[in-house]
């Protein structure tokens, strides 16, 4: 069985910076491309970054280049997100996806609070 | 950035109709879109990929169509389960984008 475990969100203020991470099991990770989807409260999907299966092609967002990096682990079969200068829009559930077109597969998802 | 804009917002179908939801890009995504239903404190869930592919274990009462830049999801008979918000996505481009959702409710 496909299982993504997103953990590392909480509460940080604005301008701080948080790691999220995704452990995946149930399938052979080093052949998946993977992203990051974030859903801010009441609000609609936005994706945030994708990295390929061999971390050789990255993307992001506009509204998180700069500031966030996607990473990964194939060792470990581990998505991560390093996310620096939080701010207040960043608010969201953050959700590991498996997929490069369409995402297959998404995690259960974990909290960002970005808050003073 | 291609746009993706989904009507209605809402729509209030009974048990057991038809519901119709569309989804229109704002450039030609050719068959490169994908469907997905989302239930209250849950992740979304793959319904339909390229258009009209439904995704493993979904009913049959799922169809999709379209190409280019209009596109649609229709349920033939809506059942208790399926009262959720629906998302469509542009997997063309990048970024990629998702449209602002569709909420089906129980009439």
């Known amino acids: 069985e496909v299982q993504l475990v997103e953990s590392g969100g909480g509460l940080e203020q604005p301008g701080g910076s948080l790691r999220l991470s995704c452990a995946a099991s149930g399938f052979t990770f080093t052949n998946y491309e993977m992203n990051w989807v974030r859903q801010a409260p009441g609000k609609g999907l936005e994706w945030v970054a994708y990295?390929?299966?061999?971390?050789?092609?990255?993307y992001y967002a506009d509204s998180v280049k700069g500031r966030f990096t996607i990473s990964r682990d194939n060792a470990k079969n581990s998505l991560y997100m390093q996310m620096n200068s939080l701010r207040a829009e960043d608010t969201a559930v953050y959700y590991c996806?498996?997929?490069?077109?369409?995402?297959?597969?998404w995690g259960q998802g974990t909290l960002v609070t970005v808050s003073s | 950035e291609i746009v993706m804009t989904q009507s209605p917002a809402t729509l209030s179908v009974s048990p057991g109709e038809r519901a119709t939801l569309s989804c229109r890009a704002s450039?030609?995504?050719?068959?490169?879109l994908a469907w997905y239903q989302q239930k209250p404190g849950q992740a979304p869930r793959l319904l339909m990929y390229?258009?009209?592919t439904r995704a493993t274990g979904v009913p049959a009462r799922f169809s999709g169509s379209g190409s280019g830049t209009e596109f649609t999801l229709t349920i033939s008979s809506l059942q208790s389960e399926d009262f959720a918000v629906y998302y469509c996505?542009?997997?063309?481009?990048?970024?990629?984008?998702f449209g602002q959702g569709t909420k089906v409710e129980i009439k």
């Open positions: 996505q542009q997997c063309n481009n990048w970024p990629r984008t």
């Open positions: 990295i390929s299966s061999s971390a050789g092609s990255i």
């Open positions: 996806a498996r997929g490069w077109k369409y995402f297959d597969y």
């Open positions: 450039q030609s995504v050719s068959s490169n």
């Open positions: 390229d258009t009209s």
